[in-house]
T-cell receptor, first 113, second 113 residues
Framework: AQSVSQHNHHVILSEAASLELGCNYS??????LFWYVQYPGQHLQLLLK??????LVKGIKGFEAEFIKSKFSFNLRKPSVQWSDTAEYFC???????????FGTGTRLQVFP | DTEVTQTPKHLVMGMTNKKSLKCEQH?????MYWYKQKAKKPPELMFV???????INESVPSRFSPECPNSSLLNLHLHALQPEDSALYLC????????????FGPGTRLTVL
């Protein structure tokens, strides 16, 4: 069965620090990959997605992610975080040609001014 | 309109009550989803409707009964729930052609007494 793991459960950073959140999935076939963000009191929003093509994907709010097929990874990065990036971040995967979105356990990011 | 709306925002019900959650989208999407999210956990898929037909049921107890009256509306009927069913219930929609991305509503926070 598919699974998604996020190694960092809670990350605390100061503003302007760089961010990298890990995401690994287990599935041998083609996958579609997503990062969602849930700001406090708000609904899940899509940050970025990868379906095919360039493995370096740029999303909203300065986020990017790199798909490394050989490592089954899709890590999220941002060069300089802001206080407003404080949120819960979820990596998610669907197997190719399915509609079933599997979420990782989430990473809580706290950014202090 | 790029929103998924859910009503009510909050619901408190007793174990013998019958209530319904409602989800609506006007993006022309043909797939709609119900997820359950417990505190500090990722969303878990419950049901998927594709072109108004139930395509995925993740072995959800029969006290949860989904209904898709038309392509814009999705209901979740609740009956004889247990306190452990208290959670945030999220609705999502997608255009229905794979691969796709899902757009989430703000959720209904359900408390079962």
């Amino acid at each position: 069965a598919q699974s998604v793991s996020q190694h960092n459960h809670h990350v605390i950073l100061s503003e302007a620090a760089s961010l990298e959140l890990g995401c690994n999935y287990s599935y041998g076939g083609t996958v579609n990959l997503f990062w969602y963000v849930q700001y406090p009191g708000q609904h899940l929003q899509l940050l970025l997605k990868y379906f095919s093509g360039d493995p370096l994907v740029k999303g909203i709010k300065g986020f990017e992610a790199e798909f490394i097929k050989s490592k089954f990874s899709f890590n999220l990065r941002k060069p300089s975080v802001q206080w407003s990036d404080t949120a819960e971040y979820f990596c998610a995967v669907t197997a190719y040609n399915t509609d079933k979105l599997i979420f990782g356990t989430g990473t809580r990011l706290q950014v202090f001014p | 309109d790029t929103e998924v709306t859910q009503t009510p925002k909050h619901l408190v019900m007793g174990m013998t009550n019958k209530k319904s959650l409602k989800c609506e989208q006007h993006m022309g999407h043909r797939a709609m989803y119900w997820y359950k999210q417990k505190a500090k956990k990722p969303p878990e898929l419950m049901f998927v409707y594709s072109y108004e037909k139930l395509s995925i049921n993740e072995s959800v107890p029969s006290r949860f009964s989904p209904e898709c009256p038309n392509s814009s509306l999705l209901n979740l009927h609740l009956h004889a729930l247990q306190p452990e069913d208290s959670a945030l219930y999220l609705c999502a929609s997608s255009h229905g052609t794979l691969p796709n991305e899902q757009f989430f509503g703000p959720g209904t926070r359900l408390t079962v007494l």
